[in-house]
């Protein structure tokens, strides 16, 4: 097998882990393009929610056609998360020092490599 075979974007390998890890907490509302987290997702951390929301918002290409994944500022997910920027933003922050998150611009995205660590993570429910 040459190197080349091996060349692919880690998401278009990772449909089946993004939706085990949102399965039970989001729903994509393609018309208005938001995720709006269900009742389930209350009882997790804020640690775990935003890691989930995150990871939803990796999933939009496999949900609509020709879509492209922006990072999320903390303003965009105040309100789908219920959380008020004083907390958002510092665990935003523990996030990324962790490495499960990158800071990109203004927003954040969830690092691609580190799908199964933020899928371990949920287990834990830390």
């Known amino acids: 097998m040459a190197l080349k075979d091996l060349k692919g974007s880690v998401f278009s390998v990772s449909e089946d882990l993004i939706e085990d890890i949102v399965r039970s907490y989001v729903r994509y509302d393609s018309d208005e393009k938001s995720i709006v987290m269900t009742p389930e997702a ?3 951390s804020n640690k775990v929610k935003v890691l989930v929301y995150l990871t939803a918002n990796e999933g939009w290409p496999y949900v609509i056609d020709d879509y492209t994944v922006q990072p999320l500022a903390p303003k965009d997910m105040e309100a789908p998360l219920g959380m008020k920027g004083g907390s958002l933003r510092p665990t935003l922050r523990a996030l990324e020092a962790d490495n499960f998150i990158r800071k990109m611009g203004s927003g954040y995205r969830v690092i691609a ?9 949920l287990g834990s429910g830390k």
């Open 113 to 121: 490599a580190n799908l199964a660590k933020v899928k371990s993570h």
């Open 42 to 44: 209350a009882s997790l």
